[in-house]
């Protein structure tokens, strides 16, 4: 399949595109537009974006062309061996996963806008690019020629983004017989030499737990923007990563935040685009591809992501425990914890898994994966005397499912686990991925064999702590803890009148003044000696034993 890609006005965020189709044998032809895309794990509906598709014959005779779903469309190609069809497409969204067209920059992430006919998706695809003479191009695809593009198949080239750009800045590095390469479009104030530097050793840290980089070019695609932004999305052998405020990014909060997401979306490069749950391989655009390994998928990246920059140096232990503090910060205030486990919410995933949704219903693959991560890899570590861990795990996925293109499931993972040491994994199974059984116990255990302990740590909020509810800026209620005082009396969308006065006196019980519903209604809460929103963090022990620190340090610096 060959697609031509071109725009004549960037401020109208349209992208001009054509599809020549070749050797049709059918008399009918069904065109789609893929629903979502790898790395989202929701139906994104890109087919909103599409503008007046029409088709034409090799003598340039019109064809008509029917939509028969959101995302398919049907032409009769009885008269015709050959057609062009051509639309456009709307491309005014930045993120990691868009597309973005202005007099700056063409940016485009393939997967939203490139049709396709489902038994050409092994077939090569070229793109030729009508492109300003001096814009240069980032993008894992090959370069045939100046603004042509050529791909293996078509899977190949919607999971190879681009920015084609006159700005673009460009630098690399080497490791082994693979070339990293960073793109970054978009003014910044970064300290290349020590973003080089400091992507280059946690690069090696990974490549060295994996035994090997699956690829010999990879290209990190970075938006720098000049608002607060954060999102990165893994590729075949790239990743966008979109990030902002611009200005701040020499200081640190952003700059260990951009390298986070992107040691993060690195290892995904094994994770997920080689090493695939059995129910993605391969991917099936039209439809949800349902798996219950998301824990696998974003869990084991996320907790990776962050583990191999302190394993390289380029972090501290001290902001490893600080990162760890945060996801279980997460974990203890999210109630849906107690309703859903993270195997069901990966299946959700496809039906509301990156919003917020109904209050307490379900949690995050990504958070409550990377706990689940955490605790293999501590069980696996003390289990065998800290000769195995998780990255033994890791190893056999890449060697027997990613190298081989098998995809894994449950059961493999139990396998593998077995393999390492032997333990009832499936009762660990049960309990903390298909099941809701509460973690505070045994990752209090397993902390301790490292010289670290769990806390318990009281919300500092008065409303929080003694009643049990949250509220925004404007005193409106966001959140009440179930089975909580407030829970009793209170409303998500209340908004509570009097909070300052309550919260400045010592009755007990207090009456709240509250609207609720246009109206305003009284409410009596009296405090117990319970406490509310209360959440546990991890510190390391002042004292320890000399196993404890040997085990610490195996742990974080392997």
């Not at 806390?455 to 089975?483: H, Y």
Request: net charge negative; aromatic share 12%.
């Amino acid at each position: 399949m060959k697609y031509v890609v071109s725009y004549s006005n960037p401020l109208t965020h349209c992208i001009d595109i054509s599809l020549e189709i070749e050797n049709i044998a059918e008399d009918l032809i069904h065109i789609l537009l893929p629903s979502w895309r790898p790395g989202r794990y929701e139906i994104a509906n890109f087919a909103k974006n599409i503008l007046n598709i029409e088709a034409a014959d090799h003598n340039g005779k019109r064809i008509d062309v029917k939509k028969i779903s959101k995302d398919c469309w049907v032409v009769n190609t009885s008269q015709c061996r050959k057609m062009v069809v051509k639309y456009s497409y709307y491309a005014f969204e930045m993120d990691a996963g868009n597309s973005w067209l202005d007099d700056d920059q063409l940016y485009l992430n393939f997967i939203n806008c490139m049709l396709y006919i489902e038994d050409k998706l092994d077939q090569p695809c070229i793109v030729e690019l009508k492109l300003p003479e001096d814009y240069q191009i980032a993008t894992g695809l090959f370069e045939k020629q100046k603004h042509t593009l050529i791909s293996e198949s078509y899977y190949q080239l919607v999971d190879s983004p681009l920015i084609a750009s006159n700005e673009l800045d460009h630098h690399q590095y080497i490791i082994d017989n693979s070339v990293f390469h960073i793109w970054i479009q978009g003014s910044h104030k970064l300290e290349l030499s020590q973003m080089l530097n400091d992507f280059e050793r946690f690069t090696k840290t990974q490549i060295s737990t994996m035994g090997g980089f699956p690829c010999e070019n990879y290209h990190f695609l970075i938006q720098v923007l000049p608002y607060k932004h954060y999102h990165g999305v893994e590729h075949q052998n790239s990743t966008t990563i979109t990030l902002g405020p611009a200005n701040e990014l020499s200081n640190a909060p952003l700059y260990e935040a951009l390298l986070g997401i992107s040691s993060h979306e690195l290892f995904h490069a094994w994770n997920v685009i080689r090493i695939r749950p059995k129910e993605m391989l391969p991917y099936n655009f039209s439809k949800e591809n349902y798996f219950d390994t998301g824990y696998v998928a974003e869990g084991f990246t996320t907790y990776y992501g962050d583990l191999f920059l302190v394993r390289s140096g380029v972090l501290n232990s001290d902001w490893y425990l600080a990162k760890l503090n945060k996801m279980l910060h997460r974990h203890f205030e999210n109630f849906g914890r107690n309703n859903m486990s993270v195997a069901e919410s990966s299946i959700d995933l496809w039906l509301d898994g990156y919003v917020a949704g109904v209050p307490n219903r379900k949690v995050s693959i990504y958070n409550e994966g990377a706990i689940i991560a955490l605790l293999l890899d501590l069980q696996l570590r003390v289990l065998s005397s800290h000769n195995r861990s998780l990255d033994d795990v890791m190893r056999a996925l890449w060697n027997d499912y990613g190298k081989t293109n098998t995809g894994y499931d449950s059961k493999s993972i139990v396998n593998l686990l077995t393999e390492c040491v032997e333990f009832d994994w499936v009762e660990f199974m049960d309990n903390y991925i298909y099941g809701v059984t509460p973690i505070e116990h045994l990752l209090s255990t397993l902390l301790s064999e490292f010289g670290c302990s769990l806390k318990m740590v009281e919300s500092p909020i008065r409303n929080e702590s003694l009643w049990g509810f949250r509220v925004n800026k404007d005193n409106c209620i966001t959140t009440i803890q179930p089975a909580s005082i407030a829970e009793k009396v209170l409303s998500l969308g209340d908004s509570v009148l009097n909070l300052s006065e309550v919260l400045n006196s010592d009755q007990n019980p207090i009456r709240l003044k509250v609207r609720r519903n246009y109206k305003e209604v009284a409410a009596e809460l009296t405090s117990t000696n319970e406490r509310y929103f209360s959440y546990y963090q991890v510190s390391q022990d002042q004292k320890n034993t000399s196993n404890q620190q040997e085990a610490f340090q195996k742990w974080l610096f392997n």
